[in-house]
């Protein structure tokens, strides 16, 4: 007779089979994401994960999430504490989620701009039951990322740059809207060409974006002294500390 799972056996499980969920989409990508798949690579049988989770879809969700959560540190880094440059925080989030992104493109678009966003961000408490992660705790990220759609979240960043006079209201959408096209469009090309160079790629986004907007703001600093005070800043604030792993 088979003994039910403790509920630690029964959290070692699911953890086991979300981190198996992990490499398949490393390997075969979102597309080829199936149970069928995940069981293969854990040495299991399909219908042993069914009795952990609801569907393939939640187990998808899962592994996502697990897979951005470094980035999710490094996001509940930056917003620790208001800064009086906030351009200098916008800049630095957007770059760091560039960084994350461009090295796993399909997955960041799939976690934060495709239709299936918010399905992904709704499973964060079942997560937190599984990793009891500190950072999925963290109240910082409680109103940026748990709730409302990534525009929104974007848009609630972006307004603290109006309300400092930095970026007029006008130029609100234009900004985003270009931020959205750079940061998809070079993931995109990123993950067709099979471009290795992740560093001098965000290297190029962050050149793109700021001389975008020193065109459309009223930041003095000139470009490359921008650059070195935003290196330094985020050298300061130990963004750079976590690392792309999520094991």
Not at 98 to 121: G, K, R, T
Not at 134 to 162: C, E, M, Y
Request: charged share 25%.
């Amino acid at each position: 007779m088979r003994t039910k799972d403790t509920p630690a056996t029964r959290n070692k499980k699911k953890k086991y089979f979300v981190e198996q969920s992990c490499l398949v989409i490393q390997k075969l990508g979102i597309a080829n994401f199936t149970v069928r798949n995940v069981a293969k690579e854990a040495g299991k049988n399909s219908a042993s994960i069914y009795n952990y989770f609801r569907d393939s879809e939640q187990l998808l969700s899962l592994a996502i999430l697990h897979i951005i959560s470094p980035y999710l540190a490094d996001l509940a880094t930056i917003l620790k504490k208001k800064e009086q440059k906030s351009y200098y925080q916008w800049i630095t989030m957007i770059t760091r989620y560039a960084y994350f992104a461009f090295q796993q493109p399909e997955i960041y678009n799939y976690a934060f701009y495709s239709a299936h966003s918010q399905e992904v961000f709704n499973e964060h408490d079942v997560y937190l039951k599984i990793f009891d992660s500190p950072v999925f705790q963290d109240p910082t990220l409680n109103k940026v990322v748990w709730a409302g759609s990534t525009h929104k979240r974007d848009a609630l960043f972006f307004d603290s740059l109006i309300k400092e006079g930095i970026v007029k209201s006008n130029k609100k959408k234009y900004c985003l809207d270009f931020f959205y096209a750079l940061v998809i469009g070079m993931a995109e090309q990123i993950n067709l060409q099979k471009i290795s160079d992740v560093t001098g790629q965000v290297e190029k986004f962050m050149d793109y974006y700021i001389s975008f907007l020193l065109a459309n703001s009223n930041i003095e600093e000139p470009k490359e002294q921008l650059l070195r005070s935003l290196h330094k800043y985020a050298i300061e604030k130990e963004v750079f500390k976590s690392e792309n792993n999520y094991n």
